[in-house]
């Protein structure tokens, strides 16, 4: 516990370090708390790296006589480039075919997250998701497509407030087999009767 408030009061330091300089008056008004803010919000966007795979899925998964593709779209996700500590969203859309294991649906968003809450690329993130889901249920194939809007694109550098990133990872007879990836792509890109 000491060892956690140690680094919870350093970082507050180096966040208010970092005020000066900028140029900032830390003492001022509205900047008097906001080093303890930022490390309390860090530590939020940053909670992945708490999370486990083997501990979101829990006892979520279960037998089951199903061998068609599931899929889950629209699953948010909210992240941070690694390459300039701004933020980049949009959604996931995840599917996989099982293998005599499903999976309960809340758990893949969970996946999501252990992945989604730490410094990471868009492809990395994309690749660690299936790759967990293929590690735990093992079934005939995975498909995630994430699309997503980088800060670091739209506030920055280019500033191209309208660009999307998309990236995919697929395993198993995703990969081997065309007519089982276009049937997922043909999802993730349709409109539902809930949309």
């Known amino acids: 516990m000491a060892d956690t408030w140690s680094k919870t009061r350093r970082m507050s ?16 008004e509205g900047l008097r708390r906001t080093p303890e803010r930022v490390e309390a919000s860090l530590r939020w966007l940053m909670r992945g790296y708490d999370m486990s795979v083997a501990e979101v899925v829990g006892d979520g998964v279960f037998e089951a006589d199903h061998d068609e593709m599931v899929v889950v779209k629209d699953v948010e996700v909210y992240s941070m480039c690694e390459h300039h500590l701004l933020p980049f969203f949009g959604k996931a859309h995840i599917a996989y075919i099982p293998n005599g294991r499903i999976l309960g649906f809340s758990k893949l968003p969970r996946i999501v997250e252990v992945f989604a ?79």
Request: glycine share 6%; net charge positive.
């Open 13 to 28: 330091e180096l966040v208010r370090e970092l005020l000066l300089y900028l140029g900032e008056d830390p003492e001022r």
């Open 117 to 195: 809450r730490r410094l990471q690329v868009q492809e990395r993130l994309t690749d660690q998701i299936a790759t967990a889901i293929q590690e735990v249920l093992r079934p005939k194939g995975v498909g995630v497509v994430i699309e997503a809007a980088h800060l670091c694109m739209m506030m920055r550098g280019v500033e191209k407030q309208n660009s999307k990133t998309i990236t995919s990872a697929v395993r198993g007879i995703f990969r081997s087999d065309q007519r089982t990836r276009d049937e997922f792509l043909r999802l993730v890109a349709s409109q539902t009767l809930l949309s």
